[in-house]
């Protein structure tokens, strides 16, 4: 049983930063790719950044490019999300999940939450104006 465990999330000032953390646990197991999404009131999940686990290679949203920033340390099996410069629009809460079937390359940056088999439990961001 996999387990991913989100943290970081809170109550924030429009303009001020965040640093989700997803931590992985459970029986051993290869990573591929692990990505963020997500979920703001009333709307469906949606893709924010994904990062290839082997070579470090990263995708982002266009709402999120060049503000934020994922991460991983491999060593820990954790992936960072870093958030500047957050808007309103970013409240919603963050999923990360992990892709653990084979991909290589351009490939494991896929968008689609389908390809990823495993979800952690979400954690609440909410940004004021």
Wanted: with cysteine.
């Amino acid at each position: 049983q996999v387990q991913l465990v989100e943290s970081g999330g809170g109550l924030v000032q429009a303009g001020a930063s965040l640093r989700l953390s997803c931590a992985s646990s459970g029986r051993t197991f290869k990573i591929y790719a692990m990505g963020w999404f997500r979920q703001a009131p009333g709307k469906e999940r949606e893709f924010v950044a994904v990062i290839n686990w082997s070579d470090g290679s990263t995708y982002y949203a266009d709402a999120v490019k060049g503000r934020f920033t994922i991460s991983r340390d491999n060593a820990k099996n954790t992936v960072y999300l870093q958030m500047n410069s957050l808007k309103p629009e970013d409240t919603a809460v963050y999923y990360c999940a992990a892709r653990r079937y084979y991909c290589s390359g351009y490939a494991c940056l896929d968008t689609t939450q389908a390809e990823y088999d495993s979800w952690g439990q979400g954690t609440q961001v909410t940004v004021s104006s």
